[in-house]
């Protein structure tokens, strides 16, 4: 193979879920059995790295100031639904239960990986729940350690603030261990109507 196929096919296994057999499948699609396709593909990156930003208000995907969930009135702006990252986003409204609004931290904390709150989406939650108006933030991350300890940071943070604000977290229906990206539409359902308050 050329330095050019070994370098494309480097990149592409460094995107998640591709491995080294994969990332050379796709390659090889691309420059040798679909090579039409290239340009629009090459094209709709660049114009998606121009384009998508974060929320300034809850740090999903968007292309102006606010996302489209933030921007829609229709929505419970008093409910807000804490995720770990934009995909466990997605898997939420594709279960069609929730309408009220989101927040992305983009990970959780875990000191063992240098993950701490600074890195996180925590001072625009805080400034949410600052501003007034948030009655009930839904702790929807991951049920592992860091999850936990994502959990109880943003309670000690939250209980600090002195804000009256009603604090749940999804239980039923997620395995221990696992996250909300991977549940299917009705086991996200029933963890959104059976959560339980937090503390």
Sequence with gaps: MTPAFEKLQKHLKQLPGLGYRSSERIAL??????????????AALEEAARAVRRCSRCGNLAESELCDLC???????????VVEHVPDLVALERSGAY???YHVLHGKLSPIHGVGPDDLN??????????GGVKEIILALSNDVEGEATCHYLMEQLTASGREVKVTRIGFGLPSGGGVLYADSVTLKSALDGRRTYL
């Design 122 to 131: 925590f001072g625009a939650l805080f400034a949410r729940v600052a501003a």
């Design 71 to 81: 921007a829609d009135e229709r929505r419970d702006a008093a409910v807000v639904c």
């Design 99 to 101: 309408r009220g609004t």
């Design 29 to 42: 699609n691309l420059l040798v059995e679909k090579p039409a396709r290239l340009p629009a593909l090459v």
